[in-house]
């Protein structure tokens, strides 16, 4: 009864949950490094904000979120028309597949790269084309080769999930001057928060001025994944097509009040930031002595090359109290992609590293 194409999907694997593995290896203080969340924990001002609306929640939200959209759209400076919100970056991709790919339309992505843009694509019907990375990056001119008559989307995660790498900006501007006006490209910015390089393209710079729609979220930076919130942004015209597809209330009242509160409260952001800079490098360092390689990232994840069956190292840190996400999904067996956490928990996963690779 269903349609063929939703048939052949991969379903997405999540990271697992504290509550998951609890069930498996019993209580313990457990450190979830599997999902790239904020380890740091939402912003005070967040959770006190959502404390106030809750007493509203038999009432239907605002639709529109008007108050956040007018807040992101102010702290941006883009016009309001160009923002639109909805229930996490993940429900977002999928408004972009719903408005613009057709039955047999071409989307090209990296692979690997976040998994939903495929999803996605074949949830429409249309058909995923995976271009390898180069070196553990977008290999954007391979992407280009690839561009035809077909083609209705290209997806470039900056960085990129699971290898946190980024394009540089030459890269990224002479692509979208090759590329033909057609072709919409969907700039993923989920981590771009934690971009250090200098020559990493900022996303927008080419909102409302080039074919590119902008992805971002408040799972990250911000700390609230559990809430289901993120926002696109791109040329009127674009968002516009996204408004058709949007349900009427994707977003709950205490999503939409946390959300407003985070984005105000630019110290948990620093703080977070400012966390990850720092466990980037103390990580790095550490690595760097065991003598395990790993791609340098501009997120607040890193994917380690464990040299040996990472769902071995996986199930070992589980053993310690540690979850991460083993590569195997992505086709890098001996890798896993490890979130970035306070000072204690990247000590932690070190010591419990060096126990197993022992
Ligand atoms: C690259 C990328 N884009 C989008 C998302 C989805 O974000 P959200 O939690 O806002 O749905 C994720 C989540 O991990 C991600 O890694």
Redesign the pocket.
């Known amino acids: 009864m269903a349609r063929k194409n939703i048939l052949k999907i991969a379903s997405y694997i999540p990271g697992k949950s504290i509550e998951e593995v609890q069930k498996e290896y019993g209580a313990k203080q457990w450190v979830k490094l599997a999902?790239?969340e904020n380890v740091l924990g939402p912003s005070p001002k967040a959770i006190e904000a959502v404390r106030k609306e809750l007493s509203k929640i038999h009432l239907y939200p605002e639709g529109p979120c008007s108050i956040l959209r007018q807040a992101i759209s102010q702290k941006l400076s883009l016009p309001e028309k160009r923002v639109v919100i909805s229930n996490?970056?993940?429900?977002l991709?999928l408004m972009i597949a719903c408005a613009f790919v057709n039955e047999g339309d071409e989307v090209i992505m990296a692979d690997p790269t976040?998994s939903?843009y495929a999803n996605v694509t074949q949830i429409m019907g249309g058909k995923p084309v995976r271009v390898k990375l180069k070196e553990c990056t977008h290999d954007l001119e391979g992407m280009l080769k690839r561009v035809n008559r077909k083609t209705k989307l290209v997806f470039v995660?900056n960085p990129n999930?699971p290898t946190g790498t980024t394009v540089s900006r030459d890269s990224f501007h002479s692509f979208l001057s090759e590329l033909p006006d057609r072709v919409i490209v969907i700039l993923?910015e989920?981590?771009g928060e934690f971009v250090e390089d200098p020559y990493n393209p900022d996303g927008l710079d080419y909102v409302g001025k080039k074919q590119v729609i902008l992805?971002r979220?408040f799972?990250k930076v911000y700390g609230l994944?559990g809430l289901?919130i993120?926002y696109a942004l791109g040329r009127e015209d674009l968002i516009h097509c996204l408004y058709q597809v949007r349900d009427p209330f994707p977003v709950h009242r205490l999503a939409q009040a946390a959300a407003v509160a985070a984005l105000n409260d630019e110290k948990h952001a620093i703080r977070s930031i400012q966390m990850v800079y720092e466990g980037r490098r103390y990580l790095y360092q550490e690595l760097d002595r065991i003598g395990l390689s790993y791609v340098p990232s501009q997120a607040n994840f890193i994917f380690i090359n464990f040299e040996r069956d990472s769902e071995e190292v996986f199930r070992g840190l589980l053993a310690e109290g540690i979850i991460i996400r083993p590569g195997k999904t992505w086709g890098y067996p001996t890798f896993g992609r490890v979130t970035i956490g306070r000072r204690v928990d990247n000590y932690r996963f070190i010591k419990a590293v060096k126990k197993i690779i022992r």
Do not use: K, P
């Not at 996490?88 to 429900?91: L, P």
């Open positions: 999902s790239n996490g970056a993940d429900n991709i976040f939903v995660c999930n993923d989920a981590y992805l979220t799972s994944a289901r993120g």
